[in-house]
Structures are given as C-alpha cells and as structure tokens.
C-alpha cells in the first residue's frame, strides 16, 4: 500500500509531486474528516469484490481540504494476487458548494438566513417527540413587530429589510443554540425554546427578547422604533401537537 504512480492530473489537483509521495502509505492525502468507518468499508470492498467508490476528504498540498468522488480498483497477476490498486478521483467541491446553496434555499429564508416556514413545522414536530419522551416542556413564541408596515412603507423596503436582519440578529443572541428561529414571512418570527422543565422559563426569555427588540434601530442615517408583540404556548398544556401549539401562540400574540 505504497504510492508508485501519480498522473500530471493528479499533480495540478493536489499539488503533491511523485517525488513528494513516492513510497508513502495513500493516508498521507487524508484531511482527517472522513469516518473510519469509510475506510473499512472501502478495504471490506476491495477484499470481497476488488472495486470500490464513494466520497473521501482529502487534502492538498497548500494545506486545503476538499471533496472527492473516488474510485479504487484491484489490480492482480496471473495467479490472482494483488499487485496494484488503481485509484481515480474527481474533485466534487462546486457540486457540493452547490448542494449546500440548495439545501439552505429550501430551509432558511433567504433574507434573514433563519429557518423557513417549511423546516420550522418538520423541526418542531421531532422536538415535541423528543419533548414527550423526555417529559419536558416545550414553548412556542410568535413575535410580530408594531409598526413595522408604516416604517417599510414610508422609509422603502431596502430599510424595512435591513430592519429584519437586524431583528434576526438581536433574536439569536437572546435564545440558546438549541432554541429554533424562523421567519414564516413579512415581520412575524417564531421562536421554539426546548427542553424546558417549566413553563414560566418561557415567560423569562420573552421578556429578554421584548427589551432587544424594543431598543432603537440605528441603519443608515436613520434610527427606528419598533417593538415586538409576542405570544406564548406551552406544550402540553396549550396544546399536544404543533398545529394546536402554533394557533395558540399566534391568537394569543393578537390578543
């Protein structure tokens, strides 16, 4: 298992010459990213059908790591002993930069960069499942800001989205990294706080996030007031199910 050929492809990928690897072991190219459980599954292959493929991480020369698509063949002699194996790759690193872009469109909302509408519903109903097993509380929040219609009517909606960002930022330094954010759309935002062992912690968390949201807005030469409106539910007494909880936190932010 010893490097004895690379190809001038090869070379312009990497950057590594057969002078910088001749002799040594392949897991000199590794980033350290792919699992071991890859490797064995690769060697598990070549043994039982002596051809494999799949994704490894790898890394060049200058440091960088990247994806690729590889594919390992066996190469034996005359009486059926390895002599050789044979690898090719290909750099995947734009198709997955590409599978990411995709991927965040159909989950987050391209302005805010919170979760849409669409992933808020499929997250909420694996935390409710984690919440009856764990026998926890679950609070749901729906946030709507005051006014925000006459400031991106009079002002443009250049500033009424520059407003939004601003509001997704001060909303993610008020929750946990285990708390959910979305935008569904316009100016309403849905918070989820997990993992709760009483519902009044809740009450705790809105209150921080009326006072971030209700400090002044300073974009552009301009600085803006709003305030947020804010209802709560609380699993499982409001409601069993995410339908239930999320018409209950939406009337009660109305009321």
């Known amino acids: 298992n010893r490097i004895v050929s690379v190809t001038p492809a090869f070379t312009r990928n990497t950057g590594y010459t057969l002078a910088d690897l001749s002799g040594a072991d392949p897991k000199i190219l590794s980033s350290g990213h792919t699992s071991p459980e890859t490797y064995q599954t690769l060697w598990a292959c070549l043994k039982e059908t002596g051809f494999w493929q799949g994704e490894l991480s790898d890394r060049r020369k200058n440091g960088t790591t990247y994806p690729k698509w590889a594919t390992i063949s066996v190469i ?22 590409a599978e990411e872009r995709i991927h965040q469109l159909a989950h987050h909302d391209a302005l805010t960069g919170l979760l849409n509408r669409f992933s808020l519903e499929s997250r909420l109903e694996q935390a409710l ?34 407003l939004l960002i601003e509001v997704a930022n001060r909303l993610r330094r008020c929750v946990r990294e285990s708390d ?18 009483e519902g009044m912690l809740a009450a705790a968390t809105a209150a921080k996030i009326v006072d971030a949201l209700s400090q002044p807005y300073r974009i552009e030469n301009h600085v803006l007031h709003t305030s947020p409106s804010v209802g709560i539910s609380i699993f499982p007494s409001d409601g069993n199910d995410a339908d239930d909880l999320m018409k209950d936190a939406d009337t009660a932010m109305y009321e």
């Open 76 to 97: 034996r002699d005359e009486n059926g002993e390895v002599t050789h194996h044979i690898a090719s790759f290909t750099d995947i690193s734009e198709r997955k930069a």
């Open 129 to 162: 499942l984690s919440a009856r097993r764990e026998q926890e509380k679950l609070a749901v929040m729906f946030i709507d800001m005051d006014h925000f219609k006459l400031i991106n009517d009079t002002l443009g909606h250049h500033l009424g989205d520059r």
């Open 180 to 197: 959910m954010i979305a935008r569904p759309g316009g100016d309403e935002f849905v918070v989820v706080l997990t993992g709760l062992r």
